[in-house]
């Protein structure tokens, strides 16, 4: 158990419809990173938030956003979805910033949510 | 524009040989180099890391070892066990807790 935890495990839904994907970090972790992983592929990174700011931009769609709120959980909405979208989304969470002395950029993985659409 | 790419998408190895997975990045201002083990409807977990100031990390079974000029790292796990057989990425991120950058994966399949 990474202490990562992501909800729902398994999501179906249209295209055009829209959905959110929640991610509750590890405890003390303020980093916040989803990844996708479509079939076959690798995992890409999407976005990254840092104690409630948004901290790097990967390939992240603009029907998709995230934001990561107080308690330093996230959230991550897809909008308009097509049949591409279908995909493992991971979310991940890392040592907080200053402790430069542990940081070896392990990321801890949830056991992600799978999204199909119709 | 895949900055750290793993050529070899499957492997096959015999139990108790070595195994020898590869990665090759572009980006030299990375600082960190990791490896993650994925088994089928996990989330991937870490395995092992090396700094770039260091050519070599051991821990148990598994080292990496790092060639920066040839912006090179490999994964070596000795003995391999079945219970290895897993995908494997190589990842890398930069020193101010970057984005962690992931390769495709290689899928290793260990022989019993």
């Known amino acids: 158990d990474s202490g990562v935890t992501q909800t729902p495990k398994h999501l179906i839904t249209a295209t055009g419809q829209r959905v959110t994907l929640r991610c509750s970090p590890r405890?003390?972790?303020?980093?916040v990173y989803w990844y996708q992983q479509s079939l076959d592929q690798g995992l890409q990174f999407l976005i990254q938030y840092y104690n409630g700011e948004e901290r790097a931009k990967g390939n992240i769609l603009e029907r998709f956003s995230a934001q990561q709120f107080p308690d330093l959980h996230s959230e991550l909405n897809l909008s308009s979805l097509e049949l591409g979208d279908s995909a493992l989304y991971f979310c991940a969470s890392s040592v907080e910033e200053g402790v430069a002395s542990v940081y070896t950029g392990e990321l801890f993985f949830g056991e992600g949510s799978r999204l199909t659409v119709l | 524009d895949q900055q750290v790419k793993q050529n070899s998408p499957s492997l096959s190895v015999q139990e108790g040989r070595i195994s020898i997975l590869n990665c090759d990045y572009t980006?030299?201002?990375?600082?960190?180099f990791l490896w993650y083990k994925k088994y089928p409807a996990e989330g991937p977990t870490f395995l092992i890391s090396?700094?770039?100031?260091?050519d070599k990390n051991e821990d148990g079974r598994f080292t990496v070892f790092l060639n920066k000029s040839a912006k090179h790292l490999s994964l070596h796990i000795v003995p391999s066990q079945p219970g290895d057989s897993a995908v494997y990425f190589c990842?890398?991120?930069?020193?101010?807790?970057?984005?962690?950058?992931f390769g495709p994966g290689t899928s290793l399949s260990v022989i019993p």
């Open positions: 090396i700094s770039s100031i260091k």
């Open positions: 405890s003390g972790d303020l980093s």
């Open positions: 980006n030299s201002m990375f600082d960190y």
């Open positions: 990842a890398a991120s930069g020193t101010s807790y970057d984005k962690v950058i």
